[in-house]
Structure formats: structure tokens, C-alpha cells
């Protein structure tokens, strides 16, 4: 069966707008996956459809998966198509106009060029909380990482993504030119701030590039994305190959729903992506804060009780009358109150909106995936809420008992979820034997993951010692069909 390409382009499908032979880099984008396909090319096809620019998308992946397999093969084109229920939409993306995969010096120094290209006036990234070599409970780079020691080590040949962007900028300075602006598109918190003060930091430890000059020349402002973009199967693509006669290696899968706001920045130059509906504002902690502790907050802390329990997407967590229930009142009655105000945002709708989201059996989004790297996710979106309510949480504190015990099972058991915390876990259970009562107090003594604030608050050690007990014996549906009779 032929791939997907310019010259296969299957009858029927929404193609791009515009003249994609005419269309020059401005993007270089790091860390292509399923999400910023989904959300920042399409974001871009709107864009380049409603004034045509030098906007094109370059594509790099620091890490496998390789690109140039996926992509380069099918003329960079792919489809994304948006499910609910059984609607299936379709478009043709063609913002991307190159795209590679760093294994070797050739690779990174064509990596660089592109992002110490003048033409390129932002740099957007995907790159997990992993990717920014940091530390989640503090924001601060880590400087024991093994790659962070090496671009200390070998500034010129970075392995990181603090360490590739402190190289491009001191290239860019030595030549004189306007450096980009640098665009987080993920769900690290402040990740603006994060990965400026990342930078900043290996800046200094390796004395590449000025943090004075960075500080005043380098825009690093703070977004906010949403959009529900599951992991591609291969069912995905085998299905899309039946009905149109060509595979496409690239394919994406979302929800319809999206959304993305930008700090505002002088020094700012973006393509028409608030024609799009992107929203461009002085206060995206407000927005990300909402996002986080509702959808996220709901996503995070029901995916680790629901994988426990057996429910293998959200989907199906969520049809399950228990799992909607706690969820529903945990977000109501403890979180809301925690949340900004937003002009154009309703909590209660936005609450109705983000269950209906998660209920949506056309995505198939699991909970092994969501649970994956929880350690990275559960301080903004638990523990902060938590902490704001400033009193006995019952909700909140089930979800966050769910990750511990979570966290202890996937480490005895070698299930088949990552998180860096593991060995830290692993070695706790070694030294109390699993006892809950030593256990859990040892793991929220891990400050990478729990600010010291949080063991603090009074009595909370022990109410998630007592949940930990009771899920261990009665399992993690008893726990909150125990809080929803209360």
C-alpha cells in the first residue's frame, strides 16, 4: 500500500489552503509527537491559511522516535483526525517543511543551524517535564543529571534541551543576530519561567553565553495548551489505511476541543495563531490554573486509582458511576473554590465541559498513559489545590494516597509505567519494608516531588497513611465509595 505523500493525497480530505511550494521556515519545533501534531501544526495550518507567511515548521526530535521514517517519506504531510463519538474529522496538515532526528554531531549541528537561523523567530517545544532537566518541586535545573554534567562538560555538543538552546543563543550573540523566542507548549508549571531560569542556570555553569544577555534579549513567555491527543495505534492507522488506500506512519488522534493562551511579549512575532483563537494575555497562570487542577487534575488523580482498579482509558473510568461521582464533588466542592476568576470562563460550565471531555469513547485515552511519569504531574495538579484550600481535603487526599500506593505497586510489580521516582520508591520500600505506616511518610520526605509545606499541614501524614491501609485492604473503589456516603 503506497504512504501518504503530495502525489497520494487521498480524494475527500480537507487539504492545505495555501501554496505549501511557496512556503519558507520560521518554526523550528522540539519534540514532535502526537500532541504538538495535533495541536501546534494545526494551530499553524489555521494560521498560514488565513495570511500566508514564513511559517513553515522545521521538526526536531532530541530523542527517538526518528522523524525522518515517519515524515520524510510522506513529503512531511500527515492527517489529523478529531473524534467524538462516532464523528470522524480529517485534514491534511502541511505546515511542516522538514524535519530531523539528533544521533549524531551532523545531526545536532543541522539542529542548531536551524534554530540559529535568523529566519527563525520562534522556537516551540514539546518535550515532557522530563525534557527540561529539572526539578519538579522546585523549578530549579538539576545539576546532577547526567546530561546537564555533560553540556557543562561539552558545551558545544549539548545533549539536553537547556544545553541545545544555551548553545544556539551563544552562536546567535557571536553573530550579532535577534535571538527567537522560545515557546513551551506542555504542562510543566510556570514553564515559561521554568525554562528560562533552566537556561540561565546552565548559561552560568558553563559560561557559553551571558544570563545578563539573556535576560534582556530572549523572550521565554508562558503558555498554557490543552487539547486531549492520545497515543496513535496501529489499529488507528490500519483503519484510516482501509478506507482511504494509503497508510500514513504520522497519523494523529484528538478530541476537538482546543485551546492556547500566550503571555503577551513585546518581543514577540508569531504567525496569525489568534486568528485561530489563540489567546494572547497577561495572565496565563490564571487559565493554566483552571486547566491544571480541573481537566488535568481529574485526568491524574482518577488515572492512578482507575489503572489500579482496572479501567483501562478514561472513557470507561469515567462511565463508571463511582469514579464520575468523585470526581464531579472532589472538583466542586474542594478544588473550584481554590481557582481564579477568568473573564470568559464559568467553573461550573468548565467543569460539565472537562467530564464530557474525559467521557469521550471515540479517544480511547488510557490511564497507563496518563499514570506515566506521575511523580513530574501530581504537585500542580493535587497538591497545589490542596495546599491552597488550607483544610481537610478528603478528595484530594484519596487521589494523592492513590498515587503513593500506586507509585509502591508499579515498583514491586515492574508494571509497565515510567517515573523517575522508582528507584527513590523502590529503595524506601527496601528500608520499611512496605509498611504504610514508615512508607508513606518516607515518600512524601521526597522533595523532589512534595514541597516541605505540604507535611505541614496538620494530621495529613497520617489521614494518607490511613487511605493507603484501607486501599491496600479494601482496594481503591472502597476508599471513595467510603468518601461519597459521607
Not at 555538543?157 to 535577534?178: C, D, E, K, Q
Not at 534582556?216 to 488507528?236: C, G, Q, Y
Not at 515492574?414 to 512496605?434: F, K, Q, S, V
Request: contains cysteine; negative net charge.
Amino acid at each position: 500500500m503506497p504512504r501518504l505523500s503530495a502525489k497520494t493525497l487521498p480524494d475527500g480530505l480537507r487539504r492545505p489552503a495555501y501554496d505549501r511550494a511557496a512556503l519558507t521556515p520560521g518554526i523550528v519545533h522540539l519534540g514532535l509527537g502526537a500532541f504538538s501534531r495535533c495541536h501546534l501544526t494545526e494551530y499553524t495550518e489555521d494560521a498560514l491559511e488565513h495570511a500566508f507567511g514564513p511559517w513553515g515548521i522545521r521538526a526536531v526530535n532530541l530523542r527517538p522516535p526518528a522523524l525522518e521514517p515517519m515524515l520524510g517519506v510522506q513529503d512531511h504531510l500527515f492527517i489529523r483526525e478529531l473524534r467524538e463519538g462516532p464523528v470522524r474529522d480529517r485534514r491534511v496538515i502541511g505546515a511542516i517543511c522538514d524535519a530531523l532526528t539528533v544521533t549524531d554531531a551532523a545531526t545536532l549541528a543541522k539542529a542548531l543551524s536551524w534554530v540559529t537561523d535568523p529566519a527563525t523567530r520562534v522556537v516551540t517545544m514539546t518535550v515532557t517535564e522530563k525534557g527540561y532537566c529539572h526539578i519538579p518541586a522546585t523549578g530549579a535545573l538539576d545539576l546532577t543529571h547526567p546530561d546537564i554534567i555533560h553540556d557543562i562538560a561539552h558545551p558545544e555538543t549539548p545533549r539536553s534541551l537547556p544545553g541545545v538552546i544555551v548553545a544556539a543563543l551563544a552562536h546567535i550573540r557571536a553573530a550579532g543576530n535577534s535571538p527567537p523566542a522560545f515557546l513551551s507548549c506542555d504542562n510543566v508549571p510556570g514553564n515559561g519561567g521554568t525554562l528560562h531560569d533552566c537556561v540561565a542556570a546552565l548559561a552560568a555553569a558553563t559560561g557559553h553565553v551571558s544570563p545578563d544577555w539573556i535576560e534582556a534579549n530572549v523572550a521565554f513567555p508562558e503558555t498554557m495548551v490543552d487539547r486531549i491527543a492520545p497515543a496513535t495505534k496501529p489499529a488507528d492507522i490500519a483503519a484510516l489505511a482501509a478506507e482511504t488506500g494509503v497508510a500514513d506512519q504520522a497519523l494523529v488522534i484528538g478530541e476537538p476541543f482546543r485551546m492556547w493562551v500566550i503571555e503577551a511579549d513585546s518581543r514577540l512575532w508569531l504567525p496569525a495563531w489568534d486568528a485561530a483563537g489563540m489567546i494572547l494575555t497577561a495572565d496565563v497562570p490564571a487559565y493554566e490554573a483552571i486547566k491544571m487542577r480541573v481537566l488535568n487534575g481529574m485526568q491524574t488523580g482518577l488515572s492512578h486509582l482507575a489503572h489500579m482498579a482496572g479501567h483501562v482509558t478514561t472513557a470507561t473510568m469515567m462511565a463508571d458511576p463511582v469514579f464520575a461521582a468523585f470526581a464531579r464533588r472532589t472538583i466542586r466542592d474542594e478544588v473550584t473554590p481554590t481557582l481564579p476568576q477568568v473573564r470568559g470562563i464559568d467553573h461550573a460550565a468548565y467543569l460539565d465541559e472537562s467530564i464530557q471531555r474525559l467521557t469521550n469513547t471515540a479517544l480511547e485515552h488510557t490511564t497507563a498513559q496518563i499514570s506515566t511519569d506521575g511523580s513530574r504531574k501530581i504537585r500542580q495538579r493535587l497538591l497545589e489545590p490542596l495546599m491552597a484550600a488550607n483544610r481537610p481535603t478528603p478528595g484530594l487526599e484519596i487521589e494523592v494516597a492513590g498515587w503513593i500506593e500506586h507509585a509502591t505497586r508499579f515498583a514491586l510489580t515492574d508494571m509497565a509505567i515510567t517515573d523517575p521516582i522508582i528507584p527513590a520508591i523502590t529503595r524506601i520500600l527496601t528500608e520499611t519494608g512496605n509498611d504504610p505506616a514508615r512508607t508513606v511518610p518516607a515518600i512524601l520526605a521526597l522533595t523532589e516531588v512534595f514541597p516541605p509545606t505540604l507535611t505541614q499541614l496538620p494530621g495529613l501524614t497520617g489521614r494518607l497513611t490511613t487511605i493507603v491501609q484501607a486501599m491496600r485492604t479494601n482496594g481503591p473503589l472502597a476508599a471513595m465509595r467510603a468518601h461519597l456516603s459521607t
